[in-house]
């Protein structure tokens, strides 16, 4: 069977909400579609999921690897600087977007997990994700921590190699 997992570094929406912080992980289950390219797929109603087997290949490797981190729902947007308020038209609106975000309990931000789970549901392949978190969203510090996607290397790797096993058992 076909399969991907995605390196990639991504904001926290807020440290004190979700207990995420720089540097831990997050093996995405689904994905809030907030952006427009699955549209051009599927319908707005039909959700981003990721493979159920594939994210427990990748928990088990974080734990195998010692690694913080967390599951859970993402948010997946197009635009880079739209989690800026200042960057935008309505800053107060913006604010109480992302707010709203973590309140629902999204776990972070990105910018790939959604295309990546329907496409990959319409192609009948098995897609994970790991992401690892760079910096918050809510606080303002985007990039703290460059050398956090370090992290999630080995874990993917490892995910992919138990994922094989697997498959040949």
Known sequence: ARSAVPLQTFDVLAHGVSGVLPGDLVIAHAAIRDEGTTRAYVPGEFPAVADWQLTGYLRESCEAAGARFHQGIVHSKDAFWS???????????????????????????????????????????????????????????????????????????????????????
């Open 83 to 169: 989690e800026e308020p200042d960057y935008t038209c309505d800053p107060d609106a913006t604010r109480r977007r992302w707010e709203g975000w973590t309140r629902a309990g999204a776990r972070a931000t990105d910018m790939e997990a959604a295309g990546l789970f329907i496409v990959a549901g319409m192609r009948r392949c098995r897609a994970g994700a790991v992401l690892a978190v760079v910096g918050s969203t809510i606080e303002g510090t985007l990039i703290s921590d460059k050398g956090a996607s370090a992290g999630a290397i080995p874990v993917a790797v490892d995910a992919m190699r138990r994922m094989i096993r697997a498959d040949r058992e």
